[in-house]
C-alpha cells in the first residue's frame, strides 16, 4: 500500500531535550516536506527536499533540521524543542513538485513542556 | 502575513444541499491552486486541484471555481453527503517550492 508514515504519532517531552520525529515513503518520491499545522493558522511548511541531499528552508524552519540521506526517509530533527514547537506536524511527499498532488502521513502530535 | 485566507471557520449544511467553501488570495503570481480534506487523527488528502489558466474543474460532486481578478476561488459539493464533514484545506502555489494554506474550514453536513 502506497503510504507516508511517521512515528511517533503522539509524543510529550520537555523543553531542552533532543528528539527526532521519523517520516518514510515508499512511493519513490522526490519531493518531501514538514508542515506544522496550528489553530487559525493552518498548515505551514517548515523545510522541504526536493531530492536526495537536497534540503532548503520552508516559512517556519527556526528551531528545526532536517536530513535526506535516503529518497524514502525525512526526519525531523528538534534540537532544543521549546514549548512553542507544541503543534501537529505532518509529513508529505509528492512524485517531483510540491504542485503535484501531496500525500500526507498522518501526523506527530507533539507537546513540550 | 496569510497569502491565503479561508474566512469561515466553520460552516453547517443539511444532507443533500449544497456546500460552498470559500478561499482569497492576495498574491496575483499565484498560478496553481488546490483544496485539501482533512479527517480527525488522519493527515490531509488531496480532493481537486485547478490552473490559473482555468475557472472551472469539475470532479463528480466536487467543483472548483477561480476567479482571477477578485483573487477568489471556492469548492462546490453538490449534493453534500455526512461523509463529506471533514477540514477543507484551500492551499495556493506560485511556481514549483512553495505552498501556501488556509486556516481550514470545518465543513458539518447533518444527516
Known amino acids: 500500500e502506497a503510504q507516508v508514515t511517521q512515528n511517533p504519532r503522539y509524543l510529550i517531552t520537555v523543553t531542552g531535550k533532543k528528539l527526532t520525529v521519523t517520516c518514510s515513503q515508499n512511493?519513490?518520491?522526490?519531493?518531501m516536506s514538514w508542515y506544522r499545522q496550528d489553530p487559525g493558522l493552518g498548515l505551514r511548511q517548515i523545510y522541504y527536499?526536493?531530492?536526495?541531499?537536497?534540503?532548503d528552508k520552508g516559512d517556519v524552519p527556526e528551531g528545526y533540521k532536517v536530513s535526506r540521506k535516503e529518497k524514502r526517509n525525512f526526519p525531523l530533527i528538534l534540537e532544543s524543542p521549546s514549548p512553542n514547537q507544541t503543534s501537529l506536524y505532518f509529513c508529505?511527499?509528492?512524485?517531483?513538485?510540491?504542485?503535484?498532488?501531496?500525500?500526507f502521513g498522518p501526523g506527530t502530535r507533539l507537546l513540550v513542556l | 502575513d496569510q497569502q491565503v485566507k479561508q474566512n469561515s471557520p466553520s460552516l453547517s449544511v443539511q444532507e443533500g444541499r449544497i456546500s460552498i467553501l470559500n478561499c482569497d488570495y492576495t498574491?496575483?503570481?499565484?498560478?496553481?491552486f488546490l483544496w485539501y480534506k482533512k479527517y480527525p487523527a488522519e493527515g490531509p488528502t488531496f480532493l481537486i486541484s485547478?490552473?490559473?489558466?482555468?475557472d472551472k474543474n469539475e470532479d463528480g460532486r466536487f467543483t472548483v471555481f477561480l476567479n482571477k481578478s477578485a483573487k477568489h476561488l471556492s469548492l462546490h459539493i453538490v449534493p453534500s453527503q455526512p461523509g463529506d464533514s471533514a477540514v477543507y484545506f484551500c492551499?495556493?502555489?506560485?511556481?514549483?517550492?512553495?505552498?501556501?494554506f488556509g486556516a481550514g474550514t470545518r465543513l458539518t453536513v447533518k444527516p
Open positions: 508529505a511527499s509528492s512524485p517531483r513538485l510540491i504542485r503535484e498532488t501531496q500525500y
Open positions: 512511493m519513490n518520491h522526490e519531493y
Open positions: 527536499s526536493m531530492n536526495v541531499e537536497v534540503t
Open positions: 498574491n496575483s503570481m499565484f498560478d496553481y
Open positions: 485547478i490552473s490559473s489558466i482555468k
Open positions: 492551499a495556493a502555489s506560485e511556481g514549483n517550492n512553495d505552498m501556501r
